[in-house]
């Protein structure tokens, strides 16, 4: 009976000799592929993106070990499945002296009271636990689980490791296509595997699909052409779990803040396209025209408050050329972080506390017979003195002293900070 599985799943390398990519993991002499040839592998979480073999390491870990070896998907599991399995692992210990390996897919999925049910078994090493995720387990899982495993990064395989990888599945005669007169063109492979994006299971996906679905030729040949790897493969679709969501969003904070307009849009674009809520881009926009532009130019900030009201107003796709006008304003815009140094600086003594009453001359005088309780007895109104100003003390008497806003020498900043100079001056008598 013919093999019914996918052509990934049939081709998944069975050594680590034949595993594909994570040399930075598995090249001879590195910590994990050490661990796996002498069978002494501690719990670990295996985390990266789809389709770069984790789930196929594991497998192979399963091929080696002389130790018992469990699946479970987190998604479908529960605490009783827990128990069961730390029970056979109790026993199998007892009785044939043997570790158990659980390897838990989509480990990140599992909640705080599963988490808990294995902790013990964990530590006391009856369990070596073995995660599979594609979230960040630093933020997706419970950290009494992260501190008990070595967390190992799986990157994205590379085009040239899908091209091998696809090339294995046309020749290899037992589990591939090296049975058929398969011919691929060069350019209908490059394709693939750069649409794939690094996910093998993707692209052996599609060539599965184009060679089951291409007719032969006369010469009982299957010829896969550039149109049907076109047709074989869709469009890239950009993962954007809870963790990639931040990662993308801060290469954009900082992409404004480092001036690069074409990052910004970059990052902005595939934000977009993963599906994030422009408001919450548009947010961070705002926010970046005060926090690293300022006073150095206050255009930037009504260019940011424009594009959340053309947001509202017009809405998507047509207001990605506001935001995108407001983008390019913070990059291009001379850059100033007095503004955030200030306020965060008056925010830390604020929190110190120790506040004493409001100065005799700064209190309120709006109501009838604030005269009996010298309420604003020596103030100085500023539009009374030439210039508009006066030297006068409006500090709360707790921080008095204290400078939380410098001007740089940025952009509009420049003729503040020169203002402040002459003002200074000013102070020194020449009022």
């Known amino acids: 009976m013919a093999d019914e599985r996918p052509l990934a799943d049939r081709m998944r390398p069975r050594t680590l000799d034949a595993f594909i990519g994570q040399r930075h993991l598995l090249a001879p002499g590195r910590l994990l592929r ?17 389709g770069c073999g984790k789930t196929t390491l594991a497998s192979i870990i399963a091929g080696r070990t002389k130790s018992r070896f469990v699946q479970l998907n987190a ?17 199998a210990r007892r009785m044939y002296g043997q570790a158990t390996y659980l390897l838990l897919d989509e480990c990140h999925r599992w909640n705080k009271a599963q988490s808990d049910s294995i902790l013990p078994a964990i530590e006391r090493g009856i369990i070596r636990l073995i995660g599979s995720t594609t979230e960040n387990p630093m933020i997706s899982m419970t950290p009494a689980i992260v501190s008990r495993c070595r967390v190992f990064a799986f990157e994205p395989l590379s085009e040239d490791d899908v091209m091998l990888a696809m090339r294995r599945a046309l020749t290899d005669k037992e589990d591939g296509y090296g049975n058929l007169s398969v011919q691929a063109d060069e350019d209908a492979l490059r394709h693939i595997a750069r649409i794939a994006n690094g996910d093998v299971r993707s692209a052996l996906g599609a060539v599965e699909l184009a060679v089951l679905t291409t007719p032969m030729d006369s010469d009982g040949r299957v010829h896969i052409t550039l149109a049907t790897a076109e047709e074989s493969i869709q469009k890239p679709m950009l993962r954007c779990d809870e963790s990639m969501y931040y990662d993308m969003l801060s290469a954009f904070c900082k992409s404004m803040r480092g001036s690069d307009s074409d990052a910004a849009l970059a990052w902005f674009a595939r934000l977009i396209y993963a599906g994030a809520d422009p408001r919450l881009i548009v947010r961070r926009i705002i926010a970046h025209a005060s926090e690293d532009v300022g006073l150095a130019n206050p255009t930037a900030m009504l260019q940011a408050a424009a594009a959340m009201t053309d947001l509202e107003t017009v809405g998507m796709p047509e207001a990605r050329l506001p935001i995108a006008q407001a983008i390019i304003a913070v990059c291009e815009s001379p850059k100033s972080n007095a503004v955030s140094s200030a306020v965060d600086a008056a925010f830390a003594d604020a929190e110190k506390g120790g506040y004493g009453p409001v100065p005799v001359h700064l209190r309120d005088t709006h109501y009838k017979g604030h005269e009996r309780l010298g309420s604003g007895d020596g103030y100085k109104y500023p539009h009374d003195y030439p210039h508009h100003w006066v030297s006068q ?14 001007p740089t020498e940025m952009g509009h900043e420049d003729a503040i900070r020169k203002n402040h100079l002459i003002r200074d001056e000013w102070k020194k008598g020449k009022t």
Do not use: H
């Open 75 to 91: 998604v479908t599991s529960g605490v009783a499945e827990v128990r069961e399995v730390i029970r056979e692992a109790e026993e």
């Open 34 to 50: 050490r661990a796996i040839e002498a069978d002494r592998m501690t719990s670990s979480i295996f985390y990266g993106p789809p």
């Open 393 to 406: 003390n409006y500090m709360p008497p707790e921080v008095q002293g204290r400078v939380y806003y410098r």
